[in-house]
């Protein structure tokens, strides 16, 4: 129900633009719930990159704050991660989410819906 993509191999200091699309989501679930990008390295813990609540509230891992713009289009039900200046350590297979509520919570557990996963790979 959430297909990612945009992900792929960049050097160091590029951009890149990750979306998200949602299908058979209902309107009301997609546009009243809070969305968010996760990111998983191997070995590591699934990490919170950035959310965005049903009003627009944004938030952002210290990591890419700066770096990183969440966004979405609620009439196509596309979420957007704009990542600039990128670093080798954010290469990780990146997730977009639905949460159950308007505001996002941190907890991945608490998210109902998943995309598949997008590789992003930032060369040094």
């Known amino acids: 129900q959430l297909q990612a993509s945009g992900g792929g191999l960049v050097q160091a200091g590029g951009s890149l633009s990750l979306s998200c699309k949602s299908s058979?989501?209902?309107?009301?679930?997609?546009?009243?719930?809070?969305v968010a990008w996760y990111r998983q390295s191997p070995g590591k813990q699934r990490e919170l990159v950035a959310t965005?609540?049903?009003?627009?509230?944004?938030n952002y891992a210290d990591s890419v704050r700066g770096r990183f713009t969440i966004s979405r289009d609620y009439g196509k039900s596309v979420v957007y991660l704009q990542m600039n200046s990128l670093k080798p350590e954010d290469t990780a297979l990146y997730f977009c989410?639905?949460?159950?509520?308007?505001?996002?919570?941190?907890?991945?557990?608490?998210?109902?819906?998943w995309g598949q996963g997008t590789q992003l790979t930032v060369s040094s």
């Open positions: 965005m609540s049903s009003g627009g509230t944004t």
């Open positions: 989410a639905v949460d159950r509520r308007s505001v996002p919570h941190r907890e991945a557990s608490e998210y109902r819906y």
């Open positions: 058979g989501i209902i309107l009301s679930t997609w546009s009243g719930n809070a």
